[in-house]
């Protein structure tokens, strides 16, 4: 599932993960492990699918809850990057 519906439905699942306390620990380890793994492959926004990108060799970017937040990244960078020119 992508778009709006998909990124709530991962947000939500991440909340009820880490939010539980026999699912917390071992949630929060994921997604930490995760997202340095994605940060040292380059891959923005995705940390649900670093995992199986690294050992496929692919680059699916499937409901990724920062996805957002990396698009007004992006765009506040080209913005400033034309403006410095």
């Not at 340095?36 to 649900?48: D, M, S, V, Y």
Request: proline content about 5%; some cysteine.
């Amino acid at each position: 599932m992508t778009g709006p519906l998909g990124i709530a439905l991962n947000l939500a699942v991440i909340v009820a993960l880490i939010g539980n306390d026999s699912t917390g620990g071992g949630a929060a380890i994921f997604y930490g492990a995760t997202i340095l793994l994605a940060a040292w492959r380059g891959q923005a926004g995705c940390e649900i699918t670093v995992v199986p990108n690294l050992v496929l060799a692919r680059d699916d970017q499937i409901g990724c809850p920062f996805h957002p937040i990396d698009e007004v990244e992006a765009h506040l960078q080209r913005r400033h990057v034309a403006a410095t020119g």
